[in-house]
Structure formats: structure tokens, C-alpha cells
């Protein structure tokens, strides 16, 4: 018993001092990581807020109405319009620089040669106003059309440090230089923590190494990095240890006395159950045996007169129900993470050190038409292909936290434009870097995007053309009206009429189109005379034909033609049509307005000999922005609005409109109007 007791006193001894070492470079080790993780939580959050600024710096510069005010030269406008921006946005500064870089306006006041000369590029940037100093994190922003740049920026402050105290749990001090210019303690406590600036000045020069230090009592430790694009400007994260401290000492006295305790028992009781627990243990390391087989189905019994065996038995019956318990959940877990991957409508894959694919989610199936059984184990470079282009898909990927739009070969030779976005990926379980890839196609954006773009520069032209004529006509008929005989004065006011009915038209087209698009198009049918309708269309287009030196033939039915129709619109369906056909007529040609009652509905037919419209193009040419695809000189003119502006009007009536060709040349548009019975 004597040699029992001292055995395991020696052996309580031998554990007990290594756990106390354990104990305390584990809980030291944790402090440290908790503030290793701060850092690297905090930058990220840095380079978040860089991303956001960048997007709203992108935004704010887009935005038509800063262009408009800052070329009308109303100043105190825009910085009305600034600040309203402002107050939705987490942003401190908007500011508009010009090509001089001057400041044009700014939300805050900063020093006008410090604003537009340091705050264009992206990042940090330090402010010096007396004995005060600022932190700044900006970014810019061209504004399209001219020589001038947008500027907005957040301001590093105790507000800033108190909500990323909030996201992290840990408290920030900012330098710039050796100046503190924010910090997210409480006022009572910079004292306390930053007593000595000087002392503080020495140890700040340890940059990326951490330190630890006691203030008034209480220990912290602390770390610092630079701000990312800044040599000037530092970050500081400190944590308050105390409480770990206090929760090593009470765990080193509970671990000392429960060795202790246990060398006790265990020294009293060790000879007595010796032989009693050898029969309950070996039953007991076959049950472990199961468990390590993943056998959980049967319920641990053991037969013992031994309470602690007992004890252990039941701890592991508790175990093995929780094990179960949780192997269910995981399973569970397993099938609702792979049931939201195939739910995920962008395409996640993830890439090994050699640039293997390792895993292809069901998104990136329905994105690329590929089976993840055909991609697994593959080279990107050899299942991404890039038309076009030298480089591969490895070379263009994405950095970590950046996007990049890629041409990229699918399936069956399909090409598409993907957005992917990278990550840096790196399993617990796993020595090799690897890389996350999320991408979704934005090839129908890109055509939108086009679109919009042919649609911008149609309306610059069409605005552009006419109100050019009208400035020349005015200016003419101002400089030299006296001079002018009545033929070349009623010509230049034929001019301007003609323009004026042309921008009326394609406004009108425009303000249609958009009632169209915002769902708020409606007409008011009522009684209407379709001969007053088509000799008011007539009327309007009358200068149009007479400039292009073509002729107008009405057949109208000998009875009067009495339609339900809004007369309005109406006209400014005959006026589109017209329109059309005078632009693809030849020189001196003839346009035909043909009207046929086919029972209850009257068909009126707009007659020209243009071109004609291709077959392959009849199908689409009333949808919006689709023009003509013809190698006449009009071809390359127009919205691309009329037709389905057209369309909507008549459709809106109850009727249609159709296209044909005549066999001897020119296009027939043909539409349909319900005629007026009394009680309608």
C-alpha cells in the first residue's frame, strides 16, 4: 500500500505540473489567437469597407443629375443633392473635383488643395488641420462626359472603432505617426491604457509583433498593423486578459486539487477494485472498439459491483446516445447543406494547389452543362476554355475578395460571359491552399447592357440631328431675317416646323414607350371620324414628303367612317407609319393610304416603295429598340421605338397590326380598328 501511495503521488506529481503548463499556454494561446483572429477579422473588414466605398464612389458618379447640376453651374443645388446622397449612405464625404483638381463643392470641410490632390486615389489619407489630424478612407470615381471626378470617403473615428468594437469584441486605437487620432475605449479608460505617450511611441515601432502590458492593474495584450496602401497610418487592437487570467488561476486550482483528491482515492481504494474492474474493463474497450466502428445501435450493459465502473459504463451508454444524437444531426445537416447547394443558382467550384477541380456544386452544372462526375479531378485550364485568347483560365482567375468577367466555352460549344468571384479556402484538415471560385452567367446582361447602349446613342442622334437644324434655322432667320425674300423665309419655317414635328414625334414615342414599360399605358376609345384622324396625320407629315419630294395617295370609302378609337393616338400611329415609309421611300415615290371595311372592323393600310422588310425580320421588328436592318441611308436612324409603340396602341384598341411585302416592291403595315355602334 505504502509503494501504491507513493507511485501515485509521483505520478499525480508528474501529470499534475505538465497540466498546469498546459493549462496556462492554453489559455494564453487562445488570447493570443482571439487577437490574431481580430486582426485578421479587422482588415477584412478594412478591405470590406474599401469594396463599399469603391461601389458607392462608382454609383454616385453614374448618377445623371450630378452631371446636369454640375454643367448648369448651380453649386449650391449640388450640394444640396450631395448631402441627400450622403444621408443614406454610411459615406462622411462627397466631394466634385474638376479637371483642375479644384474643389468644385464638398459635404465637409476639408482643405481644397488636400481634397482633390491626395483624396483621388483610393485609401487612407491623413488630414492635418492645425493641431488636429484626420484619418480618411476614400475612394474616386470619373464622372462620364467630362473631366471630373467624384470623391467620396468615410471618416476614421471613435464611432468608426466603436462599431468594429461591436463586430469583434475587441478595442481599437488609430495612429498616424505617433498621434492617437481614434480609439473605442471609454474616456475614462484612455488614460489608464495610454498614460505614457512616450513610452507608447517606443513600443508602437514593433509593428506586426504583439505585446503585452498592465494598466492601472489590469493586463492587456495588444498587436498592430499597418493600414492596407498606408505607411503612415496603424491600427492597434488591444484585449483585456483579466478575466482569462482569473479563469487560469481558478482552473489551476481545481486541477490541482482534483489531482490531489484523485491520488487520495485512488491510493485508498486502488488494491480493492484492482481485481474487480479487469473483467468491466475489457468489455468496456470492446465497446469502445464499437464505437470506434461506428456501431451505436446497441445499448451499453455492463455487470459490475464496481460504482465507478458502473459510472463509466453509463457515462458511455450518455455518450453513445449523444454520439447517435449527433450523427443524426450531422446526416440531417449534410442533406440540407447539399438540398441549399443544388438550390444556389450561381455555380461554386473549389480548386487544389495544381489548379484541380476538387468540387463542382449542382449550380455550376446548370450553368456550364457539364456532369460534376466529368469535372472532378480535372484542370481548370482544360475544362474552362477561353476563346479568343492566349491566356488560360488559371492565369485570369480572381484574386480573393475580387471579380473578374470572363469569356469562358460551355458545354456543346456554347460561349458565355461569367462573373466569378475568388476566395482563399483552406481546410482545418488540409495542408494545401486551396481556391473558391463562385460565378454566375451574365451573358444576357452584357446583351442588355449593348442594348442600352445602341438605345443611349440613338437618342443622343435623334435629339442631336434635329435640334442642330432648328439652332442653324433660328440663327440664320435671327442674323439675317431682313434680308431674307418671303420664298427662303417661308423655307426656313418650313425647316423649323419640320423639326419641331419630328422631335414632337419621337418624344411622344419616348413618353409612350415608357407609360409601356412602367405599366401605366392606357387609351380612351370613343366616337371618332377616321377621315378627320388620317387628314390630321396627313397634315402633320405634309412638310416631311414635301421635303423628300414624295406624294401622298388617300383611298377612303365613299361612306364616312365613324371608328371607336382614341383619335389621339391613332394619329400618332398614321404619323409613325407615314414616318417610316417616307424614310425608306426613294426620292419622288408614293406612299398609300388604302382603307377596307372587313365587317365589323376597318382595316387601314400604309403603303410604300421602300426596300421592304426582310423576312427573317418580320418576327421581332414591333418589339422595342429593333431597327431595320437595311443598307439605306436610314437604316442607322430611329430608337427603334415606333413600331412598338404601334403595336401597344392598336393592341390597346382590340385590333392588330401586320407586315407584308408587295410583289413589286415596298412594305405594306396593315392595322385593324373596331367600328362605332351605337351603346358603345
Known sequence: MLTLIAVVVIIATAVGFPAVWVIRSQLNQQAWTQINQGEKTTQALYQAQQNQIDNLALLTAQRPTIQELFVNGNQDDLLDYLKTLQNGTLLDLIAICDSEQDTVTSTFLLPRETLCHDFLSPGFHAVFQGEVTQLWLSSANPIPGGKKDVIVGIRIDGEFLMDMKEKTGLDYIVWVGNNLIANSLSPEEIPLVRSDLENVAALIQEIEKGYSFNSNGTPYISTQFRLAGSDFARAEIMLSISDIQNTQIKLLRILLLSIAAIAVVVSLIGVLIARQISSPLVQLADIADDFSQDNLSEVVEVNTSVWEISQVANALENARRDLLEIMTHLRLEKKWVEHLLASIVEGIITLDSTNLVTFFSPGAEKITGWESRDILNRDCDLV????????????????????????????????????????????????????????????????????????????????????????????????????????????????????????????????????????????????????????????????????????????????????????????????????????????????????????????????????????????????RFVRLDSAESYSDVGAGLGLSVVKEIIKAHGGEVQVENQSQGGAVFSLTLPLYEEGD
Open 384 to 623: 474552362f476554355l477561353l476563346p479568343e485568347s492566349s491566356l488560360t483560365f488559371s492565369q485570369v482567375i480572381p484574386k480573393p475578395g475580387q471579380r473578374q468577367n470572363i469569356d469562358v466555352v460551355l458545354a456543346e460549344g456554347k460561349n458565355a460571359t461569367l462573373a466569378v468571384t475568388g476566395a482563399e479556402l483552406t481546410p482545418v484538415e488540409m495542408g494545401d491552399d486551396q481556391v473558391a471560385l463562385v460565378f454566375r452567367d451574365i451573358s444576357d446582361e452584357y446583351a442588355i447592357h449593348r442594348l442600352l447602349g445602341i438605345f443611349i446613342s440613338n437618342i443622343a442622334h435623334e435629339f442631336k440631328t434635329p435640334l442642330s437644324a432648328l439652332l442653324a434655322s433660328i440663327e440664320l432667320l435671327h442674323d439675317t431675317s431682313q434680308d431674307l425674300s418671303g420664298e427662303e423665309l417661308q423655307e426656313l419655317l418650313s425647316s423649323l416646323h419640320l423639326g419641331i414635328v419630328n422631335l414632337q414625334t419621337f418624344v411622344d414615342n419616348l413618353l409612350e414607350s415608357a407609360s409601356i414599360e412602367a405599366g401605366q399605358f392606357k387609351v380612351s376609345p370613343r366616337r371618332a371620324d377616321l377621315g378627320k384622324i388620317i387628314a390630321s396625320a396627313v397634315s402633320t407629315m405634309q412638310p416631311l414628303m414635301k421635303k423628300y419630294n414624295q406624294s401622298l395617295n388617300v383611298d377612303l370609302p365613299a361612306e364616312k367612317l365613324i371608328v371607336r378609337a382614341d383619335q389621339r393616338r391613332i394619329v400618332q400611329v398614321l404619323v409613325n407609319l407615314l414616318s417610316n415609309a417616307i424614310k425608306y421611300g426613294p426620292d419622288q415615290g408614293r406612299i398609300t393610304i388604302k382603307v377596307e371595311i372587313k365587317g365589323k372592323w376597318v382595316k387601314v393600310k400604309v403603303i410604300d416603295q421602300g426596300p421592304g422588310i426582310p423576312v427573317n425580320q418580320r418576327n421581332f421588328i414591333f418589339q
